[in-house]
């Protein structure tokens, strides 16, 4: 996939740079500031959901430009391993955000809709998919740069 001859996926790859990691840290507020979550309830899901399809898209790409190069260069199958393990990640994310936006009251005095346990569970998992994805941007950004200057590109 090409706009003018330039490979899509460095152009897409923006999307999953900016969304990624602003969804994390809306879910991470999100889960662990009970009064910020009034203003934060709609922005964290709907980011984290923006953000997967835009981790999405990058791998769509990535694989239409790795298939495009031929070969099989081990940087670049590095990378693919990365940003396959943040596509997992950013999926789980945006679920999790999106039971969250159910799950978790915005006031003390309204009960949450799913339950003590569910909020609970919510409230600890949400934070530890955002470190995930967090961690995640970095690698796969890191072995994209490796594959782009040391190899695919020297």
Do not use: C
Request: hydrophobic share 65%; glycine share 10%; charged share 5%.
């Amino acid at each position: 996939m090409t706009i003018s001859g330039i490979p899509l996926h460095p152009l897409v790859v923006h999307a999953a740079v900016v969304f990624a990691p602003t969804a994390a840290l809306a879910a991470l507020a999100y889960a662990v500031v009970p009064a910020g979550r009034a203003w934060l309830r709609h922005a964290a899901a709907l980011i984290a959901v923006v953000a997967a399809g835009a981790v999405q898209l990058a791998a769509m790409t990535g694989d239409s430009l790795a298939a495009s190069l031929g070969g099989a260069n081990p940087l670049v199958q590095t990378h693919e391993a990365w940003a396959g393990r943040l596509q997992a990640a950013a999926w789980v994310l945006a679920a999790i955000a999106v039971v969250a936006w159910w799950a978790l009251p915005v006031r003390a005095v309204r009960g949450a809709h799913g339950g003590v346990l569910l909020g609970r569970l919510v409230t600890v998992l949400l934070p530890l998919a955002a470190v995930a994805v967090l961690y995640l941007v970095v690698m796969t950004g890191h072995s994209g740069a490796e594959a782009v200057w040391k190899g695919v590109g020297a």
